[in-house]
């Protein structure tokens, strides 16, 4: 599937699930949304009927509370069927509100407890490189997620060991979970600390496919760094009352405001 077609159903599905499981954090998933069709759609190297295929990209969600769209991704990819996606968040379902690796063809971690993911993430592309395996390694972070002190560890790591095979994927849209990051704790100048650690640098816009698919379909071959892209998003993206809202990180979206929200990702009443 072309790359924006797949970013617009990440997003109707998005609103879908977390309407129907009353879940959290749809406006984290709009925001990663076109980051994620670019991986699964243009760049992730992969085999949905394969998912333990040696050679695959591995990727890691770490900002795990939107993992709605991570599943989305992998059922629009073929790993499992769309109609699964309907039972998010509800209980005895696999697909948990953070993202879960347990049953879940495609999910090569479970996440959730921020902070984790880039430091398993460096260790698989460490282990890559001992042992000469050609694959990348994707981490996808939240920009409230840098706050935390486990994530500069392994920077600090990756930068160390030179893993040119590990790519950070930063979804810097400004806001956390109750106010701006620049009032809850300032990263500025972000892209600065990252190249002071050791890093590769690109800055992009994070809603621009082909900006995206350039910076993120990196060679190891062709780099002594470790990539960090960091992306320049809007939370909400795609829903006008959604965008640039910190409401919408906990807000689930019922009654008028999810059929707004449908009716703005261009689904009809009769489809829903």
């Not at 609103?15 to 954090?25: E, N, P, W, Y």
């Not at 009032?183 to 650690?197: C, N, Q, V």
């Amino acid at each position: 599937m072309e790359s924006k077609a797949l970013a617009l159903n990440i997003r109707r599905h998005a609103v879908r699930m977390t309407h129907l499981g009353k879940s959290s954090h749809v406006g984290a998933v709009l925001s990663m949304a076109d980051i994620l069709a670019v991986l699964y759609g243009a760049v992730i190297k992969k085999r949905p009927e394969d998912p333990r295929w040696p050679e695959r990209d591995r990727f890691i969600l770490s900002k795990g509370h939107a993992g709605a769209g991570v599943y989305a991704a992998l059922a629009e990819s073929g790993y499992f069927s769309v109609s699964d996606l309907s039972t998010h968040y509800a209980n005895g379902s696999r697909l948990s509100g953070h993202v879960s690796h347990i049953g879940i063809p495609g999910v090569e971690l479970s996440t959730g407890s921020l902070g984790h993911g880039l430091s398993v993430g460096a260790g698989m592309a460490y282990v890559a490189k001992l042992d000469s395996q050609p694959h990348r390694v994707y981490v996808l972070l939240g920009d409230g997620e840098c706050d935390e002190g486990s994530i500069w560890e392994a920077v600090l790591f990756a930068a160390h060991h030179r893993l040119s095979n590990l790519i950070a994927v930063v979804d810097y849209n400004k806001l956390q979970s109750l106010a701006t990051v620049e009032e809850t704790l300032r990263l500025e100048p972000f892209a600065d600390k990252w190249s002071a650690f050791g890093w590769k640098v690109v800055e992009v816009e994070g809603h621009d496919h082909d900006a995206l698919a350039t910076a993120l379909d990196v060679d190891p071959a062709e780099n002594s760094q470790p990539v960090c892209v960091i992306a320049h998003t809007v939370k909400g993206k795609g829903v006008s009352f959604m965008e640039n809202s910190v409401l919408w990180h906990y807000r689930s979206p019922q009654g008028e405001e999810y059929e707004k929200a449908m009716m703005e990702l261009g689904i009809s009443k009769d489809e829903r």
